[in-house]
């Protein structure tokens, strides 16, 4: 292949690990927010005097 094509093609491929990368961290952070959601939720509801 034409060496410009290689790189574009590794460029592309580095490119979308990141994003598959970048966006399992977020969805770990949103799975750990909406976790922390429902603790919170559930203990205001357990002590509605607090």
């Known amino acids: 292949c034409t060496w ?3 790189k574009g093609m590794a460029s592309l491929y580095a ?9 399992s961290r977020l969805s770990i952070i949103r799975e750990r927010v909406t976790v922390e959601r429902i603790i919170l939720a559930t203990q ?5 005097e607090a």
Do not use: D
């Open 4 to 6: 410009v094509g290689c």
């Open 15 to 23: 490119n979308h690990s990141m994003m598959t990368l970048v966006n």
């Open 44 to 48: 205001h509801h357990s002590y509605p």
